[in-house]
Nanobody, 121 residues
Framework: QVQPVESGGGLVQAGGSLRLSCAASGRSFGTYAMGWIRQAPGKEREFVATIRWRDGRPYYADSVKGRFTISRDNAKNTMYLQMNSLNAEDTAVYYC??????????????WGQGTQVTVVS
């Protein structure tokens, strides 16, 4: 099985940028469906972005569209989330997930431990 491991979170000023990474531990991400979600304190998990393995097509939540960019490097077994123009509403723990090819984020089988992103004004 694959074990996602996130990194890159931290404290950033509003309007700033961060890049999150998600590396595969255990086995290659290969054809796994992959994506990012986040969870803010007291709130439900929220879809952020996924990327289609076949052609790299990304899908974004409306709340991050135009500000976040998801990408993956299969050769490095790593997925990325470039986050720009961050605001306080982006403060959350960000999780990287992976699942069987074609699965949606709610169906992902494997999740990382999460990385905290805190945006301050």
């Amino acid at each position: 099985q694959v074990q996602p491991v996130e990194s890159g979170g931290g404290l950033v000023q509003a309007g700033g940028s961060l890049r999150l990474s998600c590396a595969a531990s255990g086995r290659s991400f290969g054809t796994y469906a992959m994506g990012w979600i986040r969870q803010a304190p007291g709130k439900e998990r929220e879809f952020v972005a996924t990327i289609r393995w076949r052609d790299g097509r990304p899908y974004y939540a409306d709340s991050v569209k135009g500000r976040f960019t998801i990408s993956r490097d299969n050769a490095k077994n790593t997925m990325y989330l470039q986050m720009n123009s961050l605001n306080a509403e982006d403060t959350a723990v960000y999780y990287c997930g992976a699942g069987a090819y074609g699965s949606t984020w709610e169906q992902y089988d494997y999740w990382g431990q999460g990385t905290q992103v805190t945006v301050v004004s």
